[in-house]
């Protein structure tokens, strides 16, 4: 089946492309690629106008700052998966990026229109999430921030405005004491997440003074898990700690059962995978390999 015909716009500037998307009835806006252009072959989309910002070279990096670690619009997951920057200082990152569908996907598909999707299956919503990150975005009014924990609402669902684009995602910049991993268990190598989990946390001394974990695939959104959070923090990392936080994140969780798993099957891989992330993240938060392969055993159904 081929897409229904539509017109197809190409902006060279956020400012076009915001205008296009004010002035235009219902568009849809195009990056990656990856979810609508299959959705429109199979006519689950069939928009009258597509806004294709892949000419706007402005959205198209990948920087880290002294504050921030940040990708344009048009960063792929592909050079997440390259970059040096997260290779040595962003665990979570460098454990998702390769986990995300096939190598044709992650040259094409971005980060920023996985988390426009918003589908709770997607990785980079937790990721995001643990990091205290934040979505860029531009519309009629100038640009906004909104704070990851405000930006997913429904499955599919967000709150940008309907004239609004994302620009950038931001997270702050992890300092040396702070370790992140990203844990996911699959049906098969490319599968969307059964259950996913991110977790970060930073030291100080012995201490846990700050963490986050976020969940991918078990509940309406990618969520975070604040119990958790409380849980850790203060105290010194150790197993009896992990399993408590673990189980606290799978209270959280609201998984269905489906083909691939009943309920009780993937709160009990929350608890799990919230474990060995956390286990990870301080591993990497002590030694001077944030990104190391510690947590390289990513879960295919079986392996538990």
């Not at 609402?153 to 620009?167: Q, R």
């Not at 700050?210 to 150790?238: F, K, M, Q, W």
């Amino acid at each position: 089946m081929k897409a229904a015909p539509f017109e197809h716009h190409e902006p060279s500037s956020v400012e076009e492309a915001v205008s296009l998307l004010e002035s235009l009835d219902e568009p849809l806006v195009l990056a990656g690629g990856q979810s609508l252009v299959p959705m429109m072959r199979f006519r689950l989309a069939v928009p009258e106008t597509v806004v294709d910002i892949n000419a706007i070279d402005d959205l198209d990096y990948l920087r880290e700052t002294d504050d921030h670690l940040e990708l344009g619009a048009l960063a792929r997951h592909a050079d997440v998966e390259r970059s040096a920057a997260v290779a040595e200082n962003y665990g979570s990152f460098a454990d998702c990026a390769p986990l995300v569908a096939d190598p044709q996907i992650r040259n094409r598909g971005t980060v920023a229109g996985s988390i426009a999707q918003s589908d709770p299956k997607g990785d980079w919503g937790s990721v995001l999430l643990a990091h205290d990150g934040e979505v860029v975005a531009h519309g009629p009014d100038g640009e906004r921030t909104i704070p990851a924990e405000e930006f997913f609402l429904l499955p599919y669902d967000n709150s940008l405005d309907d004239a609004e684009i994302i620009t950038a995602l931001r997270v702050p910049a992890s300092g040396d004491d702070e370790g992140s991993a990203y844990h996911k268990l699959k049906r098969k190598v490319g599968d969307y997440a059964m259950v996913g989990v991110a977790a970060r946390v930073r030291l100080d001394g012995d201490e846990i003074a700050d963490a986050s974990l976020a969940l991918t695939a078990v509940d309406i959104t990618n969520v975070s898990v604040p119990d958790a959070a409380d849980h850790l923090e203060g105290e010194v990392p150790s197993g009896d700690l992990f399993e408590r936080a673990g189980e606290l994140a799978a209270d959280h969780s609201n998984p269905e059962s489906d083909e691939h798993g009943s309920a009780e099957y993937k709160e009990n891989m929350v608890r799990v995978l919230a474990q060995r992330a956390l286990a990870d993240a301080v591993r990497r938060a002590r030694t001077d390999d944030p990104a190391g392969a510690v947590g390289s055993d990513q879960t295919a159904v079986g392996d538990d």
